[in-house]
C-alpha cells in the first residue's frame, strides 16, 4: 500500500514555506512585526489552503463584520457610532493582507481601548447602588438579536440590566441559602437588604477581576492576534494562527509531554494559588515553594517579569511552562504578605489522564476491559517518546492477561491528533488494508494503511464516541465501522472534522515544531475521507447503536460552523471486511427493547434540549418570574444530572498492576479515584456494557456454529 513518505512530507512542507516566504511582498519600509505576520498568513492562505476563499472585497467585508463581533461579542463596549467611523476599511482589510499599511486594527484598536475605559467607569458606577428587582427589566442574552447601542444611554442600560442580572442571581441564591440554614445554631439571619449589598459586592469582585484581565492579559497582541484567527477562520474552522506561547501550549497537548515546575494551581479571586506541590517536581526541589502561596510575577530566564494579576490558571501555565531544561522565575507572595522570588528549571511533568488508562468491569457474567484514550498523541520531535498505539497496543495486552472477553474503547471527548498513530491503532485490530484515504487540493488521492498482517486482539470491541469525538478519532471510529470489526456507540454522530492540518512558521526561519519568532499558522492541506469513500467532513461517523449525547442540542459540530468545508466523496477503496462481523439488526433491536422499558436516553435529549433553548431565552428581571425560569432551568438541569448517573454502581476496578503506582502519589490517586468513580455511575457505559454482553455472545454463537 503506497504511503506519503517522509521525505515527500518534508519536502512539501519546505516548497510551501518557501513559496510563501517569497510571496510577501517588499516595500522600501521595513514591515512591523504585525504587517508581517499579516503577509505571511495572507500568501499562505491563498498559496497553500485546501479550497481557498478569494481574498477580496466581499472577504474583507466578512471579516469586517466577524473580528468586531468577537472583539465584542456581547454588544456592550462599542457603539454603532463606532462602527460607521471603522464602516471605511471594511473594504480595505484585503488590500492590507496584499501588503498595504495597517489601518483598520490600529484604528479598531484604539476605539477599543477607549470604549473599555468608559465601560469600566458605567459597571462601577451602577455597582455601588442597589438594585430594585420589582421592576419588570427584561435581559436580551442573544447578541445576534440586538445591534451595537446607539447611543451612550443605550449602552448604559445594558450594563446596568446585566449587571442586576448578576446580582439577582446571586441575591436569590443567597436568600435560598439562608432560609435553609436559618435555624441552625450560630447562623446569623440577614436582611434582604444586606443580601442584596452582598451580592453586589460579589458581582464587583468578578467584574473587577474581568477588566484586570482585559488590562494586563487582553493585551494588543492578543487582540491582533484575535483578527489573524478571524482571517484564518474564515477560510474553514481549523485553519488557526497560534501566537508562540500558543503554540507551544498546542504542541504539548498534542504530545502529552509538559515541562513546567510541578505545582497545582487554582484561581482565587483574581489570583493564583499554588494549591499543591508535586513530589520531586522544580518547585519541591527549590524548597522555596508551599501550598498556599500566590503566583505574581512570572519571568523568563532573563526576561522582564510579568504580572499574572487578572490572569486565569490556563493563561498563567502557559506562562511558567516552557521548552524543557529552561530557566523560568516565580515570584510568590507568602501568606505573611512577603516576596519570594524563585528560580528553575523546568523538568517534564506526567499527568496519566492524558494517555491511554485502563480499567477492569465486571458486568454480570462478563469480564469487559475499558481503555480510556483522551487524544492520538503522539511527540513528533522524539520518536522514542509516548505514542497512543503503542501505549493502547500495551494496554491491551495487560487486558488480555486479565483475560478480559471483551474491550471498550472510550475515545469520548477525543478531538484527536496524529493521522500515522490512527493508522497504527487500526492495525491493531485487523489484518491489514487501508485506513484513511487522503486528498490533496489539486485532488490527487493517496492511503495510508495498515501492512502488518498480525492482529493483536481479535475479540469482541466496541468503540464509544460522542459529539465531541473529531477528526483522527473519526478516522479510527469510521474504519472500524467499514471494516465491520466492532460496534460504534454514542452520538447520533461524531463532529465532523475531516480535514487535515499542518504547522507553518510565521516569521523567523521556525523550529522543529513548526512555530516560527512571530508563530505559526495551522494551514488546511487535506480532505481524509473514509476506506468507503465517504469524507467524515461535516457528517461525521454516524452511530450503529444511537445513545443521545449530552452536547447534541448545544450545536457544537463541524456543521454548524457557517465557514466548514463541504461534505463530498471518493472511490471506495479496496479492503477486505471482518470474518466475524457484528450482527448489527440484531444488536440494535436489542437495544431498543431494553430502552423501551427505560427511556433514560430520551429523556436526557429532551431535556437537553430545553437547556439549550434557554441559554438564549430573554430574562425577566422581576425576582418573582425570574425565581420561577430558574426553578424550572435547575430542575431540568438536576434531572440531566440524575439521568446520567445510574442507580447502582458498575463493578470497576484498576489494574493490580497499576495500583502501587497510583496510591504512590497523592494528587494521582486524587485524579484516579475521580475517574473511577464518573465510570462507576456513568449510564452511558451501562448501556455500553449491556451492548458489548451481546456481542459477545453473538461471538460465542459465531464459533459454536
Request: charged share 30%; proline share 3%.
Amino acid at each position: 500500500m503506497k504511503k506519503p513518505s517522509l521525505f515527500a512530507k518534508a519536502f512539501l512542507s519546505i516548497s510551501l514555506l518557501t513559496i510563501f516566504i517569497s510571496a510577501t511582498p517588499l516595500n522600501d519600509d521595513p514591515p512591523s512585526k504585525n504587517e508581517t505576520i499579516l503577509r505571511y498568513v495572507g500568501a499562505m492562505l491563498e498559496q497553500g489552503h485546501y479550497s481557498p476563499k478569494k481574498i477580496d472585497d466581499n472577504f474583507s467585508k466578512e471579516i469586517f463584520s466577524e473580528f468586531l463581533k468577537r472583539l465584542d461579542p456581547s454588544k456592550r463596549i462599542l457603539l454603532e457610532k463606532d462602527i460607521a467611523k471603522l464602516r471605511k476599511f471594511e473594504t480595505t482589510i484585503d488590500d492590507e493582507i496584499h501588503g498595504s499599511p495597517l489601518a483598520f486594527f490600529a484604528a479598531a484598536d484604539e476605539i477599543y481601548k477607549n470604549r473599555i475605559v468608559e465601560a469600566e467607569e458605567m459597571y462601577k458606577q451602577y455597582i455601588e447602588k442597589p438594585f430594585e428587582f420589582t421592576k419588570d427589566d427584561v435581559l436580551e442574552l442573544d447578541a445576534d438579536k440586538v445591534d451595537f447601542a446607539s447611543n451612550d444611554s443605550e449602552r448604559k442600560e445594558r450594563w446596568r440590566k446585566y449587571l442586576k442580572w448578576q446580582t439577582l442571581d446571586r441575591y436569590i441564591d443567597a436568600q435560598e441559602t439562608q432560609e435553609k440554614n436559618k435555624d441552625k445554631k450560630d447562623f446569623v439571619v440577614k436582611s434582604d437588604q444586606e443580601l442584596e449589598k452582598e451580592a453586589r459586592a460579589k458581582v464587583k469582585k468578578a467584574m473587577d477581576k474581568y477588566f484586570d484581565r482585559l488590562r494586563n492579559k487582553f493585551d494588543e497582541n492578543q487582540r491582533f492576534a484575535m483578527l489573524v484567527n478571524t482571517i484564518t477562520n474564515e477560510m474553514d474552522p481549523h485553519t488557526d494562527f497560534f501566537p508562540p506561547v500558543e503554540k507551544r501550549s498546542f504542541d504539548e497537548r498534542l504530545s502529552g509531554r509538559f515541562f513546567g515546575i510541578g505545582a497545582l494551581l487554582q484561581q482565587e479571586d483574581d489570583k493564583i494559588k499554588i494549591k499543591s506541590v508535586t513530589t520531586g517536581g522544580p518547585a519541591w526541589k527549590s524548597g522555596e515553594i508551599q501550598a498556599n502561596d500566590f503566583i505574581v510575577k512570572v519571568a523568563q530566564a532573563t526576561g522582564e517579569a510579568e504580572d499574572i494579576t487578572g490572569y486565569t490558571t490556563d493563561d498563567a501555565v502557559k506562562l511558567i511552562r516552557g521548552a524543557e531544561g529552561s530557566e523560568v522565575k516565580i515570584t510568590v507572595q507568602k501568606p505573611d504578605g512577603t516576596l519570594k522570588t524563585v528560580s528553575m528549571i523546568r523538568a517534564e511533568l506526567k499527568l496519566d489522564e492524558t494517555f491511554a488508562r485502563s480499567v477492569i468491569i465486571n458486568s454480570g457474567k462478563h469480564k469487559i476491559g475499558l481503555i480510556d484514550l483522551p487524544a492520538f498523541y503522539a511527540d513528533f520531535q522524539r520518536p522514542q517518546a509516548a505514542r497512543c498505539s503503542q501505549d493502547v497496543a500495551k494496554e491491551v495486552a495487560r487486558l488480555k492477561a486479565e483475560g478480559v472477553e471483551g474491550i471498550i474503547l472510550d475515545i469520548r471527548d477525543n478531538g484527536g491528533g496524529s493521522l500515522q498513530e490512527v493508522v497504527n491503532m487500526v492495525g491493531l485490530f485487523i489484518k491489514t488494508g487501508p485506513v484513511v484515504q487522503i486528498r490533496d487540493r489539486a485532488g490527487r488521492p493517496s492511503q495510508m494503511g495498515d501492512n502488518d498482517p498480525s492482529v493483536l486482539y481479535d475479540g469482541p470491541l466496541v468503540v464509544m464516541v460522542n459529539e465531541r469525538s473529531a477528526s483522527a478519532s473519526e478516522i479510527f471510529a469510521s474504519a472500524i465501522q467499514d471494516y465491520k470489526r466492532g460496534v460504534v456507540v454514542g452520538s447520533s454522530s461524531t463532529f465532523g472534522k475531516g480535514t487535515v492540518q499542518r504547522a507553518f512558521p510565521v516569521g523567523g526561519n521556525g523550529t522543529g515544531s513548526g512555530a516560527g519568532d512571530l508563530g505559526a499558522v495551522h494551514l488546511t492541506l487535506q480532505k481524509y475521507y473514509r476506506v468507503d469513500g465517504g469524507a467524515t467532513q461535516l457528517k461525521g461517523v454516524e452511530s450503529d447503536i444511537v445513545l443521545p449525547g449530552l452536547y447534541e442540542a448545544y450545536k457544537v459540530r463541524e456543521k454548524d460552523s457557517p465557514n466548514a468545508l463541504v461534505w463530498d466523496e471518493m472511490p471506495k477503496a479496496s479492503y477486505q471486511t471482518w470474518t466475524y462481523a457484528p450482527d448489527l439488526v440484531a444488536l440494535q433491536q436489542k437495544n431498543q427493547e431494553r430502552l423501551s422499558t427505560n427511556d433514560v436516553f430520551k429523556q436526557i435529549k429532551d431535556n437537553t434540549n430545553i437547556l439549550a433553548d434557554n441559554r438564549k431565552t430573554a430574562r425577566s428581571l422581576e425576582i418573582q418570574k425570574y425565581k420561577a425560569q430558574q426553578k424550572e432551568v435547575r430542575e431540568i438541569s438536576t434531572k440531566v444530572r440524575n439521568l446520567t448517573q445510574l442507580k447502582e454502581d458498575l463493578s470497576v476496578a484498576n489494574l493490580s498492576s497499576d495500583l502501587e503506582a497510583i496510591n504512590s502519589d497523592s494528587l494521582k490517586k486524587d485524579r484516579n479515584d475521580f475517574w473511577v468513580k464518573y465510570l462507576k455511575k456513568d449510564v452511558y457505559l451501562g448501556e455500553t456494557l449491556n451492548i458489548m454482553s451481546d456481542v459477545i455472545q453473538q461471538k460465542g454463537m459465531a464459533l459454536k456454529n
